[in-house]
């Protein structure tokens, strides 16, 4: 299984729509929030199911705030992640993600990408598409592949002539 995590693409939507048109279909698209009202494009382009929610941004959306589900043997947890401090620091989130007995947290909002794997807690944060904010500044993505014993791998990729 093959998931496609972006995050902060702000209603421009040429980064989205340049890396799907270069990639393999995903089995799966998970957006961790401001979208600015392109819910609907983003679900038809994607062209497989999509998990989404709301971002700081995302003022009038009626995505969820949060959501909780599972992929494969793993527990996930998105949210945007502004509620709980990730600009400062991913520590009240990763406690929080704990406290939830979830495996995985997948956030956004900092336009910087991030993974950080522990024994308690995978933290997961693809940056941002179209705003990056890291050193550097090239817009980021992750993509999580379930091998075939069910063992979940991330790599961090930057989108090419961007």
Same mark, same amino acid.
């Given at each position: 299984?093959?998931?496609? @995590?972006?995050? &902060?693409?702000?209603?421009?939507?040429?980064?989205?729509?340049?890396?799907? &048109?270069?990639?393999?279909?995903? &089995?799966?698209? @998970?957006?961790?929030? +401001?979208?600015?009202?392109? !819910?609907?494009?983003?679900?038809?382009? $994607?062209?497989? *199911?999509?998990?989404?929610? $709301?971002?700081?941004?995302?003022?009038? /959306?009626?995505? *969820?705030?949060?959501?909780?589900?599972?992929?494969? +043997?793993?527990?996930?947890?998105?949210?945007?992640?502004?509620?709980?401090?990730?600009?400062?620091?991913? !520590?009240? @989130?990763?406690? !929080?993600?704990?406290?939830?007995?979830?495996?995985?947290?997948?956030?956004?909002?900092?336009?910087?990408?991030?993974?950080?794997?522990?024994?308690?807690?995978?933290?997961?944060? *693809?940056? /941002?598409?179209?705003?990056?904010?890291?050193?550097?500044?090239? *817009?980021?993505?992750?993509?999580?592949?379930? +091998?075939?014993?069910?063992?979940?791998?991330?790599?961090?990729?930057?989108? !090419?002539?961007?």
């Amino acid at each position: 299984m093959r998931i496609l @995590i972006i995050s &902060d693409t702000h209603g421009k939507n040429t980064g989205l729509t340049t890396l799907l &048109d270069q990639m393999k279909k995903p &089995d799966m698209l @998970i957006h961790c929030g +401001d979208v600015e009202g392109s !819910e609907y494009m983003i679900s038809e382009c $994607a062209g497989c *199911p999509v998990e989404m929610v $709301a971002g700081n941004n995302d003022f009038f /959306s009626a995505l *969820p705030r949060e959501r909780e589900f599972a992929i494969g +043997d793993y527990k996930i947890w998105l949210t945007h992640g502004h509620s709980y401090g990730v600009s400062m620091n991913g !520590e009240t @989130i990763k406690r !929080e993600a704990i406290a939830r007995g979830v495996d995985i947290v997948i956030y956004g909002h900092t336009h910087k990408p991030l993974i950080e794997e522990s024994k308690r807690i995978t933290a997961i944060n *693809p940056g /941002s598409l179209s705003y990056p904010r890291q050193i550097g500044r090239r *817009p980021s993505y992750i993509i999580m592949e379930l +091998d075939e014993a069910g063992k979940a791998h991330f790599t961090l990729h930057f989108l !090419e002539n961007a």
